[in-house]
C-alpha cells in the first residue's frame, strides 16, 4: 500500500522545485507562499494555485508521519 501513495505523489509532482523557486522568489517559505496563494487565488495562476494546494497536501502528510 504504501507504494501506492509514493506512485500518486510522483505523479502529482510535474516539476519538482518549481513551488520552491516561486516562493523563494516572493521572498517566502514555501509553506507561507502557499497560504498567500491559497487565500488569494485570483491573483496567481491557476497552476500556481494547484501548487500551493498540493505543498499543503505534503505538508499535511509530514505531519501525520511525524506523529
Sequence with gaps: MASGKGNW???AIKKPGAFSSQAEKAGMSTAEFADEVTSNPKDYS?????????????????KKKKG
Design 9 to 11: 505523489i510522483k505523479g
Design 46 to 62: 491557476d497552476k500556481t494555485v494547484k501548487r500551493a494546494q498540493l505543498a499543503k497536501t505534503l505538508a499535511g502528510l509530514r
